[in-house]
């Protein structure tokens, strides 16, 4: 009885998903004549070209799970693949969300990332702001990143908030050791960290 339930449903599918398809096309040519063709076409001659000449997508979304189960989403307003470097992708308002099964999340922002997919690098710039559970906000210039696990490094100047104070630094560095189940962030050069105790409830 439940085979052919099954069976009657895929039959009721193959007939009525053809016709739903035919109905929406029929439905866009139809909207297509009702409107003035030059005012579908919202670039200017400019903007044009250089998506001719640059592959470039709007809103792309990737995402990814780890070794360790580790999820990643990337996201960005554009990214374009530009002819004389094959194999590097170039983001502009980027947004990285990684979910670790742990239950935290780290955030990171940027207004522009050089994506290499082949070299497993992306390399953040302008405005980089990371957020990670448990009251941590770091900043910085430059941030390299992983895709295929959670890893990051700032080699220049790096500033943060953290829940005893805030913190600067000349590197930092975010990583998963070996074996361990969470992530570690170390700090190098020149650290300095500007302690503030948490008042005393009465």
Known sequence: MQGDRYSRMIAWLKVTLPLLALGILSTLFLISRAVDPPSTIPFADTEVQERLTNQQVTGPYYS???MDGDEIAFIAETVTTPDDQPGMNIAENVDVTIDTPSGRQVNVTALKADVSIAADQTDLTGDVVVVMSGGYVLRSDLLHLKMSRVEMTSPDHVTATTPVGDLEAG???????????????????GVKLLYQPKASKE
Not at 171 to 189: C, D, N, V, W, Y
């Open 64 to 66: 990814a799970t780890t």
């Open 171 to 189: 590197a930092m560095h975010l990583f998963t050791p070996e074996g361990a189940t969470g992530s570690q962030i170390l700090f190098t050069g």
